[in-house]
């Protein structure tokens, strides 16, 4: 178990997006998030007291988690003075990074020196099978995007949120480092070797009451074309009964790739379906979350207004505005 509370460590994050690994703790577990540290050149901003090392553990933290999600996972040779400190002053170090923390010779070596803990969160714990397609009980709904970072994990989130307010049985199923982290259980789907992340997912969403329901949090998006493979193997794994597609407006290009415009809504609820439809044939399109972080109140209502009448699905910013709709519109199946 990762001991907490926490220290987020946003490092030289280029933009809060970089940092959403630290954002997502400080939404969802924010009694865990007592404070940040941030390098020169950060642009990210949790909006917590800003500490030193010191200050934090004189503030009771146990845990220095790196709240980065960097372009392939590094650990970078900037942030190594901050978390070699860290492991002096008494703490443990959390990270959801393919490179992983223990893999790190000076970073294992003085945590073996001073008994510290080395969590890395995106090593799969579970031998998984490979996927048979056999149709499993109980409901699913994956969370399928535009693009990477567009808010799948928090529809999840506010969803099972939602569900539960109105007495559904809802359990969000955790496929990243973040909602690992936020939740202490799930599987780093893109850490899986390829032929058996599909198996992961049916591993993670198995049997279940006919009127439970998995909310599984979505990853890149099948037009994405660094990450396509890890969405694939969500939506044939997951054999979702719905869908709700997730996009954030304004994006000037796919994240990381800036020579790739993004994808309609309508062609993600199309192609996104029709993948679906491969393992569940019933399984259906039930609404639109908005990232509507950028907009005014006003700004966001209107569109969300204009994308529910053009697609004629229910259509909210589900952290903003709450995921009753969205709750509701499965709840119908």
Not at 1 to 16: S, V
Not at 217 to 232: I, K, W
Not at 285 to 310: F, H, I, P
């Amino acid at each position: 178990m990762i001991e907490t509370p926490y220290l987020l460590f946003l490092g030289d994050a280029p933009d809060k997006l970089a940092a959403k690994v630290a954002q997502g703790i400080k939404d969802w577990r924010p009694e865990f998030a007592v404070g940040q540290l941030r390098l020169e050149g950060c642009n990210a901003d949790m909006k917590l007291p800003d500490l030193t090392i010191a200050e934090a553990v004189a503030k009771g933290v146990k845990t220095l988690v790196i709240g980065v999600a960097n372009r392939g996972g590094v650990i970078s040779p900037a942030w190594k003075s901050v978390l070699i400190e860290a492991l002096e002053a008494g703490l443990d170090l959390a990270s959801g990074l393919h490179n992983l923390l223990r893999d790190e010779a000076d970073l294992a070596a003085k945590a073996k020196e001073l008994g510290r803990t080395l969590h890395d969160v995106r090593v799969p714990s579970v031998k998984y099978p490979i996927a048979n397609g056999k149709k499993r009980a109980g409901k699913r709904m994956l969370a399928v995007g535009t693009d990477c970072s567009v808010g799948k994990m928090y529809t999840a989130l506010c969803v099972e949120k939602a569900m539960r307010e109105k007495g559904m049985k809802a359990t969000f199923r955790a496929t990243g480092q973040t909602g690992i982290l936020i939740t202490g259980d799930g599987v780093p789907l893109d850490a899986v070797i390829a032929d058996f992340m599909a198996g992961s997912v049916e591993y993670l969403t198995p049997d279940n009451d006919a009127d439970h329901w998995d909310l599984i949090e979505g990853q890149g998006s099948l037009f994405h074309a660094s990450y396509s493979g890890v969405t694939m193997a969500l939506v044939h794994g997951g054999q979702p009964d719905a869908l709700i597609v997730c996009h954030e407006p304004n994006r000037p290009h796919m994240r990381g790739l800036p020579e790739y415009q993004l994808p309609s809504l309508e062609d993600v609820r199309d192609l996104s379906l029709r993948i679906a439809q491969v393992v569940n044939p019933e399984c259906k399109v039930v609404g639109v979350s908005l990232n509507t972080s950028a907009m005014s109140d006003e700004e966001s209502l209107a569109y969300c207004a204009e994308v529910e009448k053009r697609m004629g699905l229910p259509c909210v910013d589900p952290f903003r505005h709450g995921a009753g709709r969205l709750a509701d519109a499965l709840a119908a199946l």
